[in-house]
């Protein structure tokens, strides 16, 4: 008799089937280079998901934590909500003339990062509340779709969320792939990530935490809605990322991957746990294919956590030698 | 030749494609009577979970929302999670002997639920900040899942977490196996809930919403660890409730489950997005198997959302009506 399987019902079976093999990691992770770094991620991930081994962890607690700004997409010259804030009071600006003369917003309108940082946290706070509440959550998601879809990065002249780190997006789909359940853990505004984090890392909505101000129930005209108020809710950073994490995920991580100071309680709270724990920090130390940048960085500042690193056992990647590659390639260059 | 495929490669193949296809109602909900309820519940997950259908709703999109408290297990004669605190209370009371005179401890100690309502939502409040605070989170996860190891309810002489609704749990498992996403929104406490709700409904500790006190993150002893403040952070009910599922969950869910009036306004937000949405009130009427009560109940009143519910085209359970079992079989009849 001839074999009745056919062509099609092989692919099918391989469809179902291959998603449950472990990844290699030699293909899933090619834009890391061969070294310390990609070979403690690789060691980690193995021994982990190995079953019948003393380090092997259930699927349902393999949480890795992300932060965002310089570990998943670039800070520099500045965070890109402050980019988007500024955009954002030059768009408001004509309805109120009074901006032009009165801080913090002249510093906004100007673009001038010493002013602002004059004003301190109130004036950041101010103008938060100037720019992203009075409007429903619909309406700020939207605001901020439209925003990323024609902002472009000063330096590199692409889209803000093609400046996402090629090596970092391979690593998440190598954890996922490995049954791990990947989370952003931002100082950044949640409603900021929420709309792009999805098709640009895989992290649906629900995998957002962040920074956030207040909204509040509505019905109107038999509508019901969220308004978003000028109040701060919760600052997601620093000794807030691990309430934040409590508090969204509600059991400790067992891999966080951080950049700067703002990451550091993440990291010690996650690798302070019992079992097999990772922390990893990205140091930016590439000026040519991004920044150099991190005990004296305005933003995304890089010391005490650097310093712990060595003391607690954390991977440090230096993206000059342990990245192949930075970016993606051009959208343009794909088609 | 003979076909080279084996017995077990086709049960390989069987269980890894399997799961793929959607699950069959009338298999998949044994528990329900075939009534109204349970194929307005059949009709619109087969409407949303089918491909190039104007109803269909893309995987990612399929969120259920849970109410906790009535909707997934007993609510009478009293929260579980008040007589916790109760018991809390009783087990804390030799360190404090003015408890025994001293309101509103003296009504807690005593279960006296009609002098405790009279201290009102502060008293309640001093309640929980003297029995759900002062320990870490895991200290906490732990007094939970000992006292509910042990505590038994007062009318079925069974573990609380045996007194949810077998129907419930079969529509949590035929939504989540036709793609839907199960989050539980609570009005109670987040980390009363999340210990036993995995193994429980099969829902992880990310996808709980409830009501919260602070914690605090704190570093002893080279030790990093989550306090529990004795402050109240977020109330999880009536219009706090889409507020919780914003921050939690980011997106307007499409299918909403309560029973009370403080699931209301999570009923209306999830009912009155765009394309097809689902709305359910489980109404209880069985005092028999379970409890009768609705309009005048001090636990889980149903009054405006039950007017509302014929109103907006909601679902309403008919307990007794609706439902062939109430509670799954005791664990030990299943030995």
Redesign the interface.
Same mark, same amino acid.
């Given at each position: 008799?001839?074999? +009745? &399987?056919s062509k099609t019902f092989i692919v @099918?079976?391989a469809v179902?089937?291959l998603p449950?093999l472990p990844a290699r990691a030699a293909d899933a992770l090619p834009s890391w280079n061969d070294g310390a770094a990609k070979r403690a991620i690789v060691a980690f991930v193995e021994k982990v998901a190995k079953p019948g081994t003393p380090d092997f962890v259930e699927p349902?607690k393999r949480?890795a934590v992300f932060d965002n700004d310089g570990t998943l997409w670039s800070e520099q010259p500045m965070y890109v909500q402050l980019a988007f804030l500024f955009d954002r009071v030059r768009a408001l600006a004509p309805q109120h003339p009074e901006w032009k003369d009165k801080q913090p917003y002249k510093a906004a309108l100007e673009g001038d990062l010493k002013a602002l940082g004059e004003t301190g946290m109130r004036g950041l706070t101010e103008l938060t509340a100037a720019t992203h509440a009075g409007m429903s @959550?619909e309406e700020f998601e939207e605001i901020v779709t439209q925003w990323l879809a024609t902002a472009r990065h000063p330096k590199f002249d692409r889209p803000y969320t093609e400046l996402v780190y090629q090596p970092m997006l391979e690593l998440m789909s190598y954890l996922r792939y490995n049954g791990f359940?990947t989370?952003i853990v931002s100082g950044g505004g949640?409603?900021f990530i929420?709309p792009w984090a999805?098709k640009t890392y895989g992290i649906?909505?629900?995998?957002?935490v962040g920074s +956030?101000i207040e909204?509040?129930?509505e019905?109107k005209d038999?509508? +019901?809605?969220?308004v978003r108020l000028p109040e701060l809710?919760f600052v997601d950073d620093k000794?807030?990322k691990?309430?934040g994490i409590? &508090?969204?995920?509600?059991?400790r991580p067992i891999a966080a991957f951080g950049n700067s100071d703002g990451d550091l309680?993440m990291l @010690?709270?996650t690798t302070?746990g019992s079992g097999l724990r990772f922390g990893l920090l990205v140091r930016h130390d590439d000026s040519e294919r991004e920044y150099a940048y991190d005990r004296d960085s305005l933003f995304g500042k890089l010391d005490k956590a650097l310093d712990e690193a060595k003391a607690r056992g954390w991977t440090v990647v230096d993206m000059k030698r342990d990245w192949k590659t930075v970016f993606p390639p051009e959208q343009g260059a794909l088609r």
């Amino acid at each position: 008799m001839r074999c +009745s &399987f056919s062509k099609t019902f092989i692919v @099918a079976v391989a469809v179902a089937v291959l998603p449950h093999l472990p990844a290699r990691a030699a293909d899933a992770l090619p834009s890391w280079n061969d070294g310390a770094a990609k070979r403690a991620i690789v060691a980690f991930v193995e021994k982990v998901a190995k079953p019948g081994t003393p380090d092997f962890v259930e699927p349902a607690k393999r949480i890795a934590v992300f932060d965002n700004d310089g570990t998943l997409w670039s800070e520099q010259p500045m965070y890109v909500q402050l980019a988007f804030l500024f955009d954002r009071v030059r768009a408001l600006a004509p309805q109120h003339p009074e901006w032009k003369d009165k801080q913090p917003y002249k510093a906004a309108l100007e673009g001038d990062l010493k002013a602002l940082g004059e004003t301190g946290m109130r004036g950041l706070t101010e103008l938060t509340a100037a720019t992203h509440a009075g409007m429903s @959550a619909e309406e700020f998601e939207e605001i901020v779709t439209q925003w990323l879809a024609t902002a472009r990065h000063p330096k590199f002249d692409r889209p803000y969320t093609e400046l996402v780190y090629q090596p970092m997006l391979e690593l998440m789909s190598y954890l996922r792939y490995n049954g791990f359940k990947t989370f952003i853990v931002s100082g950044g505004g949640i409603d900021f990530i929420r709309p792009w984090a999805e098709k640009t890392y895989g992290i649906p909505p629900e995998q957002v935490v962040g920074s +956030s101000i207040e909204v509040k129930y509505e019905t109107k005209d038999g509508e +019901s809605t969220l308004v978003r108020l000028p109040e701060l809710r919760f600052v997601d950073d620093k000794a807030g990322k691990p309430v934040g994490i409590h &508090f969204h995920i509600g059991r400790r991580p067992i891999a966080a991957f951080g950049n700067s100071d703002g990451d550091l309680e993440m990291l @010690a709270y996650t690798t302070a746990g019992s079992g097999l724990r990772f922390g990893l920090l990205v140091r930016h130390d590439d000026s040519e294919r991004e920044y150099a940048y991190d005990r004296d960085s305005l933003f995304g500042k890089l010391d005490k956590a650097l310093d712990e690193a060595k003391a607690r056992g954390w991977t440090v990647v230096d993206m000059k030698r342990d990245w192949k590659t930075v970016f993606p390639p051009e959208q343009g260059a794909l088609r």
